[in-house]
């Protein structure tokens, strides 16, 4: 055990354990938690000491304490270690992430990008960058202090623990135990990782508080002390150390200074300084928790070298040590830090802070870069104690727009929030709405809905006060609809309304885009066709204003209201529309766009293969902006289309894709994806554990089943349908209440009605099959997908049709529609849905035995069933199979026994009699007297045909 740590063995070991784990490539997260003073830093030091001796490269960052610091603070300190030995920037540059790195560290010129996508990117390159130096290297990252961490070095230490594989690396992260806050919940969220151990540090007991107060005091202490100190302490090794130092001043043994007086003893301390040294510690104190000496010297207008002098002192008494960089002191501990700001008066804290400012800005002039956090820190500090609130307001609002340049939305909307808590009374009204607006921009980006909400209203408020209509469209356009949190849109189509009606019939672009979020604001309801005229209307305009934005707007707008079968034509023209406007600008995002609009009509049209031709597009517009939803959407979208075209397995890999890239940023996107598409594979493969827990997210949710309404009802209800778990089915079927009352919205008509044949059909329900088939026969020559942003393929229309009917005894019309969807999935390739078609096709000729009917039906079995066994389609594998043999039966032919089914199989296969006999272990001449057997009950003539027979219905004579 290294002089100094002690009473830490069982912890030591713990660490050393995950070292080991981690230099063999079993990547390791531990999360150290305990009370301040526990000695969680002084822990990680020792296993920095101990990384190195094994060769590990090791990098120490920490988070900071209400200062000026940049976001990712704690991050770039732990990677410049690393940088001094490897050269990160080389790395960088190799694998193409200088932009990443670059924007990490603050330059002074982050130019990473405005949306969370871009976040993605730079988290994702830092956790390259890392995992590429831990497979050169065996790592130890230590980020300590975590309880002070902005949001965004949370979740970036949330993307890069997810995103451990094989590496050579140790993450140690140190946190104090304290209730609520940001950093719990990722911590927590962490902890239930394969990879995380939870360390929790407590106190010494009293054999390592003796040896403490031994260490210090130099003299021996007897049973009664140790215990007293144990007790006032609890154990805490800082707190037993502050005991240790009063006792080697020589007070009476028996007065045991407790943790209550502990910061009137660093005071104490503070005063037994000279005062010059007492000063230059407040500064310190005032600076940060660790400082330089330049600095310093500037804030207490003194000499660089005495200042020096002056912290030896301040050394000397415990309070500040040197850092590990040269020319960088820091406070002993964060308690010793809180205990001096704590004994300053306010003002005199105010002023300290106030010079700070000036001094900083007096170095750095018009271009403060990576400063400009520290100048708003000081300010604001002032501020609280009378200085200029509105200069404090410009420097946090200058602090915040470089922390959304840095992709710190979080943090952007703490230092907006808290210039207008601070600049509340002083700010003139537009400006109150352009910080409100830049707030509510900042929590939109962080995912912080309910935040942009008050952000908005407040705008909204103070935005009619002035009479300004601008603004108050400017807060209703910051209302984005989104799907992950509806309630919204009912408040954002309030305000689009009043800013309308403020604005006046103009034709502005502004309008335009109002007008077409008010029509996103109706999305999700049934009710589009109410607000036609303003989608319309916001086309018109924005096409005369030829302004791209509002174009791209009033297109999408548009689209929403088209989005139902009778639309199609027109999402068509839209979608070639937005792909010339994405061509004209050089917008990729708008292509993207374009690109999934196309897609979705094709999908409709039964066009696979212009599908995968717009995939194969989307995929490169995808790679060229590097999002993670356009990562998404390629994965969806690929997914989709291989459970069209009967590649399962397939669909089901590229879903899991598409959920890992978004299930961490919780989206509804990605729970409606997979329990949309592993029901409709299971339907044809087979249910299984995984598809039914994929719907078990929607039907076993109340709030996602009322968010999502009829469609998540009548999907789920197929989902147990399928299963045959029909009580469950009915119940989610019927609770939807009844079909005549149905009003899905547009985009998902198709989906409703023939995801309602399918359960009906289990049922038996024939009224609701005849209601659906008649609401569904509008839409012949479509096929079954999502007007807007594919979930799964459900086959043509027709098979719906001819589905209905057959369970309606409409003989006749349900073998045209089968022999409809028949055709359309061998045109589309959709193999899976084309068995599907030609078996209940085969079941329908059957039933109504009509001339020729029992032979059409046997040849369509022949093509079906070898399709469905090899696309892995079991159960209609055996549907083929009781179709066959009541398609034998009506014919009269005669089952073959056991022994005449094994010989039909192998002449299939075109073994000879004597090869079948030697097979079988029989006589040639039984063999042959067997298939004379077989050929006369089937009605054959030769073993050519006995060949041809056995290839598709041996299975169903067994």
Not at 419 to 435: K, Q
Request: with cysteine; net charge negative.
């Amino acid at each position: 055990m290294t002089d100094g740590l002690v009473g830490r063995d069982r912890e030591l070991a713990t660490l050393s354990a995950c070292l080991d784990a981690a230099g063999t490539g079993r990547p390791q997260l531990v999360i150290c938690r305990g009370e301040p003073g526990v000695g969680k830093t002084r822990l990680a030091r020792e296993l920095v000491a101990r990384a190195r001796e094994e060769g590990f490269l090791t990098g120490f960052g920490a988070a900071l304490e209400a200062s000026g610091a940049p976001p990712y603070w704690c991050w770039w300190q732990a990677l410049r270690e690393i940088d001094e030995v490897v050269g990160l920037e080389e790395l960088a540059r190799e694998r193409g992430l200088q932009a990443q790195l670059s924007g990490l560290r603050d330059t002074g010129r982050p130019q990473l990008g405005t949306t969370p996508e871009d976040r993605f990117r730079l988290f994702d390159g830092i956790a390259r960058l890392i995992r590429e130096v831990a497979r050169r290297s065996s790592l130890l990252l230590v980020l300590d202090d975590m309880h002070w961490a902005d949001e965004a070095s949370l979740r970036l230490l949330q993307h890069v623990v997810k995103a451990l594989q094989d590496e050579r690396l140790l993450l140690l992260v140190n946190s104090r135990r304290q209730a609520g806050g940001q950093e719990i919940d990722v911590l927590g969220t962490l902890l239930s990782e394969p990879a995380a151990t939870d360390l929790a540090l407590g106190g010494l007991d009293c054999t390592a508080v003796r040896r403490r107060l031994v260490g210090i005091t130099r003299r021996a202490v007897d049973d009664a002390l140790v215990e007293r100190v144990r007790a006032s302490t609890g154990g805490n090794p800082f707190f037993v150390g502050e005991v240790g130092r009063a006792l080697a001043a020589g007070p009476d043994p028996g007065r045991v200074p407790v943790t209550t007086a502990l910061r009137a003893a660093i005071a104490e301390r503070l005063r037994s300084l000279a005062p010059a040294a007492a000063e230059v510690v407040r500064a310190a104190a005032v600076l940060g928790a660790e400082v330089s000496v330049p600095e310093l010297a500037r804030l207490a207008d003194a000499d660089p070298t005495e200042v020096v002098r002056l912290l030896g002192e301040a050394q000397d008494a415990a309070l500040l040590q040197p850092a590990d960089d040269a020319g960088r002191w820091r406070f002993d501990h964060a308690i010793v830090r809180d205990a001096v700001l704590d004994a300053l008066p306010m003002r005199t804290r105010g002023a300290l802070h106030r010079a700070a400012a000036e001094a900083l800005e007096a170095r750095v002039g018009a271009s403060p870069g990576a400063h400009v956090g520290d100048i708003a820190h000081h300010r604001a500090e002032a501020a609280v104690v009378g200085d200029d609130r509105l200069v404090a307001a410009v420097w946090l609002e200058r602090a915040a727009v470089r922390a959304m340049g840095q992709l710190a939305f979080e943090d952007a909307a703490l230092l907006l929030r808290r210039a207008l808590a601070l600049a509340e009374a002083e700010l003139a009204p537009v400006d109150r709405v352009r910080l409100l607006l830049l707030v509510g921009r900042a929590d939109h980006l962080a995912g912080n809905l309910a935040g942009r909400l008050q952000a908005c209203l407040d705008a909204a408020d103070v935005a009619r006060e002035l009479g300004r209509a601008d603004l108050l469209a400017e807060a209703a356009l910051v209302m984005e609809v989104t799907a992950s949190a509806p309630g919204f849109e009912v408040v954002t189509r309030r305000l689009c309304k009043e800013a309308l009606a403020a604005l006046g019939s103009e034709p502005t672009s502004m309008r335009a885009r109002l007008l077409a979020r008010v029509v996103d604001t109706h999305m999700f309801g049934s009710d589009l066709e109410r607000v036609a005229p303003e989608s319309d209307e916001a086309l018109a305009i924005a096409t005369a204003c030829d302004d791209a934005a509002a174009l791209g707007a009033a297109m999408a707008a548009r689209r929403i209201v088209c989005a139902g079968p009778g639309g199609l034509a027109e999402r068509e023209i839209l979608a070639a529309r937005m792909l010339e406007l994405a061509a004209r600008d050089g917008d990729p995002p708008t292509e993207l766009a374009a690109r999934l609009w196309q897609i979705d009509a094709s999908s409709e049209r039964g066009d696979l293969q212009r599908v995968a031709d717009e995939v194969d597009a989307l995929a490169r517009c995808a790679s060229s902006l590097g999002w993670l939803t356009a990562r998404f959407e390629v994965a969806r979208c690929r997914a989709v289309l291989a459970q069209a075209q009967g590649r399962y397995a397939d669909a089901v890999r590229l879903e899991d894709t598409a959920y890992e890239l978004m299930k961490a940023r919780g989206l509804a996107s990605t729970l409606v994806l997979r329990s949309g598409l592993l029901p409709v594979v299971g339907r044809h493969v087979g249910p299984e554990r995984r598809s039914m827990d994929a719907s078990a997210m929607m039907s076993g949710d109340p709030e996602v089943l009322r968010r999502f309404g009829l469609i998540a009802h009548v999907a789920a209800a197929h989902a147990h349908a399928t299963a045959g778990e029909l009580g469950e089915a009915e119940r989610l079927y019927r609770a939807s209440g009844s079909v005549e009352s149905w009003r899905p919205p547009p985009h998902v008509v198709l989906l409703v009605d023939a995801f309602g044949i399918a359960v009906s059909d289990v049922l038996g329900d024939a009224g609701d099959l005849s209601y659906l088939r008649d609401r569904l026969a509008a839409h012949r020559g479509h096929h079954v997908v999502s007007g807007i942003a594919q979930i799964c393929y459900f086959g043509p229309v027709e098979l719906w049709l001819g589905v209905a009917a057959h369970r309606l005894g409409l003989l006749d019309e349900a073998v045209a529609d089968l022999e409809q969807a028949d055709a359309h999935c061998a045109r589309a390739g959709a193999a899976g849905f084309r068995v599907e078609a030609q078996i209940r096709l085969a079941a329908v000729l059957a039933d109504r035995r009509g001339h020729g009917d029992l032979t059409r039906a046997g040849v369509l079995l022949g093509v079906a069933a070898p399709t469905a066994r090899r696309l892995g389609m079991t159960p209609y594998v055996a549907t083929a199979a009781a179709v066959q043999a009541e398609v034998d039966r009506l014919a009269g032919v005669v089952a073959l026994s056991p022994r005449e089914t094994e010989v039909a199989r192998l002449v299939a296969e075109g073994l000879t009699n004597r090869e079948i006999a030697a097979r079988l272990v029989l006589s040639e001449r039984t063999v042959e007297q067997h298939v004379r057997s077989v050929l006369a009950k089937l009605g054959l003539t030769n073993r050519a045909q006995v060949a041809a027979w056995a290839a598709h219905r041996v299975a169903y004579h067994a």
